[in-house]
């Protein structure tokens, strides 16, 4: 009796919208589907800062050979130091460091330079 007072719709079953039914599940299940899509696509992890030309060995070695010299100049007053940059500088490979280092940019050269020769200063 309480249904029929206060139902406008009369002796009419009223579906709510949150219905369960064979549409509304197959809505939920396109979005999981297409989200595993993008998770097993294989896609290579590459951050460029604005676009910024990848460096050469040329450039590399020259930056590094400035990047020292700017260390040197720092540290000058601490003999142990300089001669351990120097050493750095004598045995550097830049076929290694380029393999080790792929496709750098400038920022990049920086982060590794600084990485590297963190413990030399020490």
Do not use: C, W
Not at 25 to 47: F, M, S, W
Not at 57 to 62: I, L, R
């Amino acid at each position: 009796m309480f249904n029929s007072v206060n139902n406008p719709f009369g002796n009419r079953s009223v579906s709510s919208s949150t219905s369960s039914d064979s549409n509304g599940k197959r809505q939920k299940e396109e979005p999981k589907k297409e989200l595993k899509k993008y998770l097993e696509e294989e896609e290579a992890d590459e951050v460029r800062i604005g676009g910024l030309p990848i460096l050469t060995e040329d450039e590399v070695f020259a930056m590094t050979k400035s990047y020292i010299a700017k260390l040197k100049d720092e540290h000058k007053n601490n003999e142990k130091t300089v001669k351990k940059l120097d050493k750095y500088l004598e045995k550097f490979d830049i076929k290694k460091f380029m393999k080790k280092n792929p496709d750098m940019t400038s920022p990049d050269f920086y982060m590794v330079m600084y990485n590297e020769t963190e413990g030399l200063l020490n």
